[in-house]
């Protein structure tokens, strides 16, 4: 019998912990490599972390902040926060110091809990704007003594000292599922973020029918164990990891190691061989044009083999997704001379299922790494539906859809082809701001998403665009640009686009080309160039993009093709302001900062 009733993922943790005991909870890499921390030990430093908040007068429903990369210092603070009944507050590691003291002013947050040195300085240089927050606690070691600022060394310590068992069981039994656990700031790619409000039931219910689906349909066992190893390195600021990876983990036992930064995505891969990840498309898109890149420099003879793979990969695609075997002797002999070593290369040879959501996957992607046996799950959900809410599963997956929608989970189209949801998962409001949480409900209870989607016959979801994305050209006709930019981005050529065109006579786009092929297609070409900025005004680059375009582009109809296009230096970036935090374009920053490129496309004659 499980000591503590499940309202609470922090109480699924207890449970966990009492029985798993000395396996690994987590693993972080030091001096070189990873170590484990097992369940009691992360027991022992959340009770300890607990007794410090309250001692520091942390009350139930109270708000405690995170800001600091993933670690798992940041499972730590989240457990003990929600364990005495306290909502955290999560910031994205690489919000400014502007974004961090919106969040902490409206949240009112009481204490925040911050990962490094940097974090430690944003928040020091608004702290005097924020009369709500105290005590500041840092994850790292600090080298001198700063006032009001105390290592999570010295809290854990004063928690011990100060222990309370009795009050840690109290607040914890008296978790109510709709009590709030968090609130999450969305991104957004215009004004203020909006602080998403969701409950204890949210999160249990949405990680408790997540893992039900993922249930073998045959024999009935888990899919999700105590024996997998998850890969952390989307931010845990973000509610997809908060859930499928962070949540998922704890109720099934799993292991969680974390990437040290992004940067060092593909080394902790090699390093860690994770059996589960958590990921966005953009990673995705990386790793496959990175597997290209080498491809096409590679001898003509290993081409030739790489080439047969990705056919026989194609080929046996529908087998793969419906979890049948393989049998043919060609797929055997491209796994073998191909995908195996791939995988090992990629420290992917123990991926069991690879969790996309966040954005749209696109075909090719999902068809390459699918094709090569590994399992991705493309799925959907906002942060607002915390996030899950479509998902495809292992023995069903249907490229270009989001799958099936989860139990308990009610999908409906509107007249005018919004998804609209209603489900135990949907978030009780947005905090302070009733007027923005009654306009996206609709009368009977359901969730607007603001996204375009369609059903299809086999009940899989397929999202089709944003409404607030939607192009209305000078004609009339409705577009949904990011349909066409996925398409093209299957160019081994093309890093990012945004295509333009609202209120204008035809669509035109902004190009990111993937810099190391154009350059190596240029070596190939004979084509000398002083700097990229010249090859990107040579005749023939600007004739392979316009070849590129087309060629990706052929399906659509005449008033939904690229028309003229500007290449584009400089990667979209996060840092550098053209992308959210989960990597999703902000259209109206970057149709202002390239505002001559864009009207230098619309000067002159009109393209017929």
């Given at each position: 019998?499980p000591?503590y009733?499940?309202?609470?993922?922090?109480?699924?943790?207890?449970n966990?912990?009492?029985?798993?005991?000395?396996?690994?909870?987590?693993?972080?890499?030091?001096?070189?490599a990873?170590?484990?921390?097992s369940?009691?030990?992360?027991n022992?430093?959340?009770?300890?972390l607990?007794?410090?908040?309250?001692?520091?007068?942390?009350?139930k429903?109270?708000?405690v902040?995170?800001?600091?990369?993933?670690?798992?210092e940041w499972?730590?603070a989240?457990?003990?926060?929600?364990s005495i009944?306290?909502a955290?507050?999560p910031?994205?590691?690489?919000?400014?110091?502007?974004?961090?003291?919106?969040i902490?002013?409206?949240?009112?947050?009481?204490?925040?809990?911050?990962?490094?040195?940097?974090?430690?300085?944003?928040?020091?240089e608004v702290?005097?704007?924020?009369p709500n927050?105290?005590?500041v606690?840092?994850f790292?070691e600090?080298?001198?003594?700063?006032?009001?600022?105390m290592m999570?060394?010295?809290?854990?310590?004063?928690g011990?000292a100060?222990?309370?068992?009795?009050?840690?069981?109290?607040?914890?039994?008296g978790?109510r599922?709709?009590?709030?656990?968090?609130?999450?700031?969305?991104?957004?790619?215009?004004?203020?973020?909006k602080g998403?409000?969701l409950t204890?039931?949210n999160f249990v219910?949405n990680?408790?029918n997540?893992?039900?689906?993922?249930?073998d349909?045959?024999?009935g066992?888990d899919l999700?164990?105590?024996?997998?190893?998850?890969?952390?390195?989307l931010p845990l600021?973000?509610?997809?990891?908060?859930?499928?990876?962070?949540?998922?983990?704890?109720?099934?036992?799993?292991?969680?190691a974390?990437?040290?930064?992004?940067?060092t995505?593909?080394?902790n891969?090699?390093?860690?061989?994770p059996?589960?990840?958590?990921c966005?498309?953009?990673?995705?898109?990386?790793?496959?044009?990175?597997v290209?890149?080498k491809?096409s420099?590679?001898?003509?003879?290993?081409?030739?083999?790489f080439g047969?793979?990705?056919r026989?990969?194609?080929?046996?695609?529908?087998?793969?997704?419906?979890?049948?075997p393989?049998r043919?002797?060609k797929?055997?002999i491209?796994?073998k001379?191909?995908?195996?070593?791939?995988?090992?290369?990629?420290?992917?040879?123990?991926l069991?299922?690879?969790?996309?959501g966040?954005?749209?996957?696109?075909?090719?992607?999902?068809?390459?790494f699918?094709?090569?046996?590994l399992k991705?799950?493309?799925g959907?959900?906002?942060?607002?539906t915390s996030?899950?809410?479509?998902?495809n599963?292992?023995?069903f997956?249907?490229?270009?859809?989001?799958?099936?929608?989860?139990?308990?989970?009610?999908i409906?189209?509107?007249?005018?082809?919004?998804?609209?949801?209603?489900g135990?998962?949907?978030?009780a409001g947005?905090y302070?701001?009733?007027?923005a949480t009654r306009?996206?409900f609709?009368?009977?209870?359901?969730?607007?998403?603001?996204?375009?989607a369609m059903?299809?016959e086999d009940n899989?979801?397929?999202i089709t665009?944003?409404i607030?994305?939607?192009?209305?050209t000078?004609?009339?006709?409705?577009?949904?640009?990011q349909?066409?930019e996925?398409?093209?981005?299957?160019?081994?050529?093309?890093?990012?686009?945004?295509?333009i065109?609202?209120?204008?006579?035809?669509?035109?786009?902004l190009?990111?080309?993937?810099?190391?092929?154009?350059e190596?297609w240029?070596?190939?070409?004979?084509i000398?160039?002083?700097?990229v900025?010249?090859?990107?005004k040579?005749?023939k680059?600007?004739?392979?993009?316009?070849?590129?375009?087309?060629?990706?582009?052929?399906?659509?109809?005449?008033?939904?093709q690229?028309r003229?296009?500007?290449?584009i230096?400089a990667?979209?970036?996060?840092?550098t302001?053209e992308?959210?935090?989960?990597?999703?374009v902000?259209?109206?920053v970057?149709e202002?900062?390239y505002?001559?490129?864009?009207?230098?496309m619309?000067?002159?004659d009109?393209?017929?």
């Amino acid at each position: 019998m499980p000591k503590y009733e499940e309202t609470s993922v922090a109480a699924i943790f207890q449970n966990n912990a009492e029985k798993l005991g000395e396996r690994a909870y987590a693993a972080y890499k030091t001096g070189g490599a990873y170590r484990d921390i097992s369940w009691m030990e992360m027991n022992r430093m959340v009770h300890a972390l607990a007794y410090y908040l309250l001692s520091r007068g942390i009350g139930k429903g109270d708000r405690v902040s995170v800001f600091s990369p993933n670690r798992y210092e940041w499972h730590l603070a989240a457990l003990a926060i929600n364990s005495i009944g306290a909502a955290d507050v999560p910031i994205y590691a690489t919000n400014s110091a502007e974004e961090a003291e919106y969040i902490l002013g409206n949240s009112e947050a009481k204490i925040c809990l911050v990962g490094t040195k940097d974090h430690l300085d944003k928040v020091l240089e608004v702290k005097t704007k924020l009369p709500n927050l105290g005590d500041v606690v840092i994850f790292d070691e600090l080298d001198r003594k700063i006032d009001g600022v105390m290592m999570l060394r010295e809290a854990l310590e004063k928690g011990e000292a100060a222990k309370n068992e009795n009050l840690f069981d109290e607040r914890l039994r008296g978790i109510r599922g709709d009590d709030l656990c968090t609130l999450i700031y969305t991104s957004g790619t215009t004004g203020n973020p909006k602080g998403v409000m969701l409950t204890h039931n949210n999160f249990v219910s949405n990680v408790k029918n997540t893992l039900e689906e993922m249930r073998d349909p045959k024999t009935g066992q888990d899919l999700l164990t105590e024996k997998d190893v998850y890969l952390s390195f989307l931010p845990l600021s973000h509610s997809l990891e908060r859930t499928a990876g962070f949540h998922g983990a704890v109720k099934s036992g799993a292991k969680t190691a974390f990437a040290v930064d992004m940067t060092t995505i593909m080394e902790n891969f090699q390093e860690v061989r994770p059996t589960i990840i958590v990921c966005v498309p953009r990673i995705y898109e990386k790793i496959h044009a990175g597997v290209l890149s080498k491809v096409s420099s590679a001898p003509s003879s290993k081409q030739k083999i790489f080439g047969f793979a990705v056919r026989q990969a194609r080929k046996n695609l529908p087998l793969v997704c419906r979890d049948l075997p393989v049998r043919s002797l060609k797929y055997r002999i491209a796994d073998k001379l191909v995908f195996s070593k791939l995988k090992v290369a990629l420290g992917m040879d123990r991926l069991r299922f690879a969790i996309s959501g966040g954005a749209p996957l696109s075909v090719s992607d999902a068809e390459f790494f699918i094709g090569m046996g590994l399992k991705i799950l493309e799925g959907f959900g906002l942060t607002e539906t915390s996030p899950i809410t479509n998902f495809n599963r292992p023995w069903f997956i249907k490229p270009g859809t989001v799958g099936q929608p989860i139990k308990e989970t009610e999908i409906r189209i509107a007249d005018d082809g919004e998804l609209l949801i209603k489900g135990p998962q949907v978030m009780a409001g947005y905090y302070k701001n009733e007027e923005a949480t009654r306009e996206v409900f609709t009368p009977d209870g359901f969730f607007r998403t603001g996204d375009i989607a369609m059903v299809d016959e086999d009940n899989c979801l397929r999202i089709t665009g944003r409404i607030k994305d939607i192009i209305v050209t000078a004609g009339g006709k409705n577009i949904s640009p990011q349909n066409i930019e996925n398409s093209v981005k299957e160019s081994r050529y093309i890093e990012q686009i945004a295509v333009i065109g609202d209120k204008k006579k035809f669509l035109s786009a902004l190009v990111v080309p993937v810099l190391p092929e154009l350059e190596g297609w240029a070596k190939e070409q004979g084509i000398s160039y002083g700097d990229v900025d010249e090859l990107l005004k040579n005749d023939k680059t600007v004739e392979l993009f316009r070849r590129e375009i087309d060629s990706f582009t052929r399906q659509y109809a005449r008033v939904e093709q690229i028309r003229r296009f500007t290449l584009i230096k400089a990667e979209w970036t996060q840092a550098t302001g053209e992308l959210t935090p989960t990597q999703k374009v902000k259209r109206r920053v970057i149709e202002e900062k390239y505002a001559s490129e864009i009207d230098a496309m619309y000067a002159g004659d009109d393209v017929n």
